[in-house]
């Protein structure tokens, strides 16, 4: 079974759109992440959620909107997308009330803005 | 920005051959990770030193960690094809949160 999924693989869209990427980790972790990682590889967090509550919100454009309905599940929703947002976007979640502190990681989602 | 240096950028070896990878961050830190990407695919946990312990083995791979020099070193030993990816150090700070390198892309050639 996949430990973090994360749908769509692919996301190919015109500038302007608003779209949205999900996340489910069937871990039992408490702490749900959403990385961006760039087309040269740098990688930044954006969000952190800790049972369902926002914990970490890094400089993002407010066109970005995380929302948490449960502690399985971490969405990202983008408006107005722009060529910059093009990137691949990871999902990550980790069980930090135990003290385990590694992240486990989703495959990530390629998203194209045109 | 926050992020980490790694060095080098890129390295090509023979299988067999140690393969050693440095880090550098900038501020204190409770915890320093290891991840390796494969190309097109999501980053894995290799292993992770605290901030009070200066070196950890797992399997064939050795971490050493200097607080005082704010650096790291990831070295894996008899290194094989599949050990091509690019590798990543990431500092754990504040709610858990990862603050990555620049990464080591890593080829292993037979």
């Known amino acids: 079974d996949t430990a973090v999924s994360q749908t769509p693989k692919y996301l190919v869209t015109q500038m302007g759109n608003d779209k949205s990427i999900k996340c489910e980790q069937n871990?039992?972790?408490?702490?749900m992440y959403w990385y961006k990682q760039d087309s040269k590889k740098f990688l930044k967090i954006m969000f952190s959620?800790?049972?369902?509550?926002?914990?970490i919100n890094e400089t993002v454009p407010n066109r970005f909107s995380p929302k948490s309905p449960d502690k399985a599940h971490l969405n990202l929703h983008i408006n107005s997308l722009e060529l910059g947002d093009s990137a691949v976007y990871f999902c990550a979640s980790s069980q930090v009330s135990s003290g385990s502190y590694e992240q486990y990681f989703g495959p990530g989602t390629r998203l194209t803005v045109t | 920005s926050q992020q980490g240096e790694e060095d080098p950028q890129a390295l090509s070896i023979q299988e067999g051959e140690n393969a050693t990878m440095n880090c550098s961050y900038k501020?204190?830190?409770?915890?320093l990770q290891w991840y390796r990407q494969n190309s097109g695919r999501g980053l894995v946990h290799l292993i992770l030193?605290?901030?009070?312990?200066r070196e950890k083995h797992s399997g064939r791979l050795r971490v050493t960690l200097d607080t005082s020099k704010k650096s790291s070193s990831l070295l894996i030993t008899a290194s094989r094809a599949a050990d091509t990816a690019s590798y990543f150090c990431?500092?754990?700070?504040?709610?858990?949160?990862?603050?990555f390198g620049t990464g080591t892309q890593l080829k292993v050639e037979l």
């Open positions: 990431a500092t754990g700070g504040r709610g858990n949160k990862l603050t």
């Open positions: 501020t204190s830190i409770n915890n």
């Open positions: 871990l039992g972790h408490d702490t």
């Open positions: 030193i605290r901030s009070n312990e």
């Open positions: 959620y800790n049972n369902k509550e926002l914990i």
